[in-house]
């Protein structure tokens, strides 16, 4: 395989299909990694990629994934952490098994890929990881268990980024704000305007906005950027 290859999770559809897109356009091949096996097909088609159907959630899966991409594919020389899941719920209502599901996914997702991908790039003395927080990592009404797993990624990022600076893995954090994608697009008009009225630069964000800035942290344009958390909201405030 002569391209670098670039393994993007929750890239079926929304900001990880935009990611991937841009990733290819930049010379990667792309592994797409989700749920539904139709959907990554066509997803790794779209951009002449390789599809993975995986749970991100289960550690051994996850393990045998890895695998199966290294010894079929090749390398993995970038890692992108974007799948994730919301179960939105004020806390006093939230169930165990709504605040479980989110951490499972958009937490243990990210951990579970690193511990398995992080021992091959420390053996190569090399490595991109990306991982996808949100603007809700500060906090955000009704989502207590998305905002709580997106603040434990990127404590996990800057961690990493301490622990694997001195292999030439570089680990960093980006922040989408408001992003159109097909969960936003199903938003109620009021709640989508109140949403847009936060953002300064008047528009709302497109994945690709997302997967320019994955594209510049996979490059070596940024060999000497580790542990940072970029924010990729057109100025959002929540």
Not at 186 to 201: C, T
Request: charge should be negative; glycine fraction near 10%.
């Amino acid at each position: 395989m002569e391209r670098p290859i670039a393994l993007v999770t929750g890239a079926q559809q929304g900001i990880g299909r935009g990611i991937a897109e841009v990733l290819h356009d930049r010379g990667f091949h792309v592994v797409i990694v989700d749920l539904n096996p139709a959907a990554v097909a066509e997803a790794a088609n779209a951009v002449d990629g390789t599809g993975k159907a995986l749970d991100v959630s289960d550690f051994a899966a996850v393990q045998s994934g890895v695998e199966a991409v290294e010894r079929e594919v090749g390398p993995i020389h970038v890692l992108v952490n974007n799948a994730g899941i919301n179960r939105d719920r004020m806390l006093h209502r939230m169930s165990e098994e709504e605040w479980d599901e989110v951490v499972a996914v958009d937490l243990k997702g990210p951990f579970n890929l690193m511990r398995h991908v992080v021992p091959r790039m420390r053996e190569r003395k090399a490595g991109r990881i990306i991982n996808i927080s949100s603007a809700s990592w500060q906090g955000n009404v009704g989502q207590a268990n998305y905002a709580a797993a997106k603040a434990g990624v990127i404590g996990l990022t800057k961690t990493a980024a301490r622990e694997l600076a001195r292999y030439n893995i570089t680990v960093n954090a980006v922040c989408p704000g408001f992003i159109d994608t097909p969960m936003t697009q199903k938003m109620p008009p009021e709640a989508y305007q109140r949403m847009l009225d936060k953002i300064p630069m008047g528009r709302i964000g497109t994945p690709l906005d997302v997967g320019r800035v994955v594209a510049f942290l996979a490059s070596d344009d940024a060999a000497y950027v580790t542990g940072d958390v970029i924010n990729v909201g057109g100025g959002m405030v929540l």
